[in-house]
């Protein structure tokens, strides 16, 4: 067989140029694997969250600044009642056993709030 | 071929925390953008509130105006209320209380002396009482609490209350007249921070201890003075629109809550800003703001007619859990339940409070006209109107007019009652109620006052 014969066979079954998508095989997956857009989208979520988690907290907080009940007194209304109440003879004995019951009621036990529907009847 | 030779810009290490962390990042993303949405949503539900003029604060915790003045009813409230002999001999299985409830009739006089006793060791307190009754409520004391305005208050109201009993088995109509006057006025500390589920339930106590024994105040032939001021006193208290405010009042109860009880895991987790807070935090706005909506749906309910105000679907009560009955995390279902059942146990005490004291101003109207008129009763209400009723007053399980009866011996004034049907008035009090003084266990058919025409004067 001469050179040139066998460069004819040669020719018919190998390709004349890489087949197209060999360059996007070999190159593509670099520029895919690049990190920056994880690491760009890692931050924006985290950006995001914090930005969210300030803004959420702070209608939390003026919500709850709305809503939330004064504080309840529970005892030692004596000091105010004594001012309030005067010096009636009959008020200052209720002012006398509004503090005694009031002394026992602290050291028995802390007031507690009573569950809605509850009834004292 | 053309390869890149390049090498990797960056260390392969970094890239997969960059992976890792858009990864874990982004669930965390999302819940916090669900937590804003819902943040969002109940600052929405709580501007709407508020741009109404209606409270996101339960008024169960200011406990409504607050006044110094020498001339404030609050400053002997308070100090009566202080003097009541607290304890055993009137609460509890064995207290007086009890046993004026349960006992039998036969019982009845040991009982009295039991109770001219109590009201002795009392007088003091009573005394008091009949002070404030006097003066007008201005508003509560600073620093008085809770506590004083649904126990104590109704300690006095037992003081009032027995006395009215005691004087009315002693023949003495105008002292009677005078402690259910004291005994009803009790009503305005009671529901000074406007009507809530516990003041409307305890005020009704208040009413069905007092008003059910009218007829027997009517019989007893107290002067025309002692009448209007009873009438008076029943007026006062008369709110069309409670249901409507209780449950407004509710529904600021329920957003307070949130933020406020401690009895809850969640509610001490916010102060430590924990994990679990954080988690759970959306969910839980989420169930709040179901139940503002829901708590919105029964207040527009609670603005229609009588009686369609009174009607509510309550769905059956769904089975519960010892983690599920826990708010939050009550079921929609639970939610729905719970608050629809507390609307009508509320609209329902408020309806029956308003019964009672309706037709016992309606029935002291027609006594008053009875005895300036000789003793001709009226044809009907309307002929009340103006000189003894300022309007004919409505029924609010019919919408309509109250009824009025007279037979031979006797008239009635009487509502259909809950059952919206009516029975004619032929029993408007339990049996075991006739002495004013028990409770009715089972509801009569129709409900308001009998009156016998011939009163025996004492």
Redesign the interface.
């Known amino acids: 067989m001469f050179d040139r014969e066998l460069n004819e066979l040669l020719r018919r079954y190998r390709p004349a140029a890489p087949p197209p998508d060999l360059r996007d095989r070999i190159t593509v997956p670099i520029a895919v694997r690049r990190t920056w857009p994880w690491a760009v989208a890692a931050a924006a979520l985290l950006l995001a969250a914090c930005a969210l988690q300030v803004a959420t907290d702070r209608i939390y907080r003026t919500v709850e600044r709305a809503a939330t009940p004064p504080p309840v007194t529970t005892a030692d209304q004596s000091p105010e009642l004594r001012e309030a109440l005067g010096d009636d003879e009959l008020l200052l004995i209720a002012i006398e056993r509004l503090a005694r019951v009031e002394r026992e009621q602290r050291e028995a036990s802390e007031v507690s709030m009573p569950a809605t529907g509850e009834s004292w009847q | ?4 030779d ?1 090498p ?3 260390r392969p290490g ?2 997969r925390l ?2 890792g ?2 990864i874990v ?2 669930p ?2 999302l819940h ?2 669900w ?2 949405y819902e ?2 949503r ?2 929405q539900l ?1 501007t709407d509130i ?1 741009s109404r003029n209606e409270p ?3 008024p ?3 406990i409504g105006p607050r006044s ?1 003045s ?1 001339q404030n009813a609050a ?2 409230y ?3 209320a ?2 009541v002999e ?1 304890g055993a001999a009137l609460y509890g299985p064995t207290g007086l209380l009890h046993r004026m409830e349960t006992a039998p009739v036969a019982d009845r006089s040991r009982l009295l002396e039991e109770l001219r006793a109590w009201l002795e060791r009392n007088r ?1 307190a009573e ?2 009482l009949t002070r404030a009754t006097e003066l007008p409520f201005e508003g509560y ?8 305005r ?2 104590r208050l ?1 300690r006095l109201v037992n003081v009032a209350n027995f006395r009215a009993f005691e004087r009315l088995e002693a023949g003495d109509a105008e002292a009677a007249a005078d402690a259910v006057v004291r005994q009803l006025r009790i009503g305005r500390p009671l529901t000074a921070g406007g009507p809530t ?2 003041s409307i ?2 005020f009704s ?1 208040v009413l069905s201890r007092s008003l059910p024994a009218m007829g027997g105040l009517i019989e007893s032939g107290p002067s025309d003075v002692a009448l209007q001021r009873v009438q008076t006193a029943i007026r006062e208290l008369d709110n069309d629109a409670a249901i409507e405010q209780s449950t407004i009042a509710e529904r ?2 329920w ?2 809550r ?3 009880d401690r009895r809850h895991w969640y509610a001490r987790q916010r102060d430590g800003s924990g994990l679990e807070w954080y988690l759970v ?1 959306p969910y839980m706005t989420r169930r709040l703001i179901a139940t503002g909506q829901i708590m919105s749906e029964l207040i527009a309910n609670a603005r229609r007619p009588w009686p369609e105000r009174l009607e509510v679907d309550v769905p059956p009560q769904p089975s519960t859990n010892r983690v599920t009955s826990a708010f939050p995390f009550l079921s929609r279902v639970q939610v729905e339940y719970t608050l629809r059942h ?1 609307y009508r ?1 509320r609209a329902s005490a408020v309806a029956n409070s308003l019964v009672l004291g309706r037709t016992a101003d309606a029935a002291i109207a027609v006594a008053r006209y009875q005895r300036a008129a000789g003793g001709a009763l009226p044809r009907s209400l309307g002929d009340l109107v103006p000189a003894y009723l300022t309007a004919v007053p409505i029924d609010p399980f019919t919408g309509r007019e109250v009824r009025y009866s007279r037979s031979a011996d006797r008239y009635v004034v009487y509502s259909f009652g809950p059952d919206k049907k009516d029975d004619g008035g032929v029993q408007v009090t339990d049996p075991a109620w006739a002495s004013g003084m028990r409770r009715s266990r089972n509801p009569p058919p129709d409900l308001g006052v009998s009156v016998r025409i011939q009163p025996k004067r004492r």
Do not use: C, K
């Open positions: 071929v053309a390869v890149s390049r990797p810009r960056v970094f890239r960059a992976i962390a858009f990042l982004t965390i993303a916090t953008a937590d804003h943040a969002r109940l600052a709580v508020r996101v604060v339960s169960l915790a200011g110094q020498s400053r002997y308070e100090a009566a202080a003097l607290p003091e005394t008091l004391l600073p620093g008085t609490d809770y506590s004083f649904f126990d109704y589920n516990l339930l305890n106590g600021a109860f957003l307070g949130h933020w406020d935090r507390s146990s």
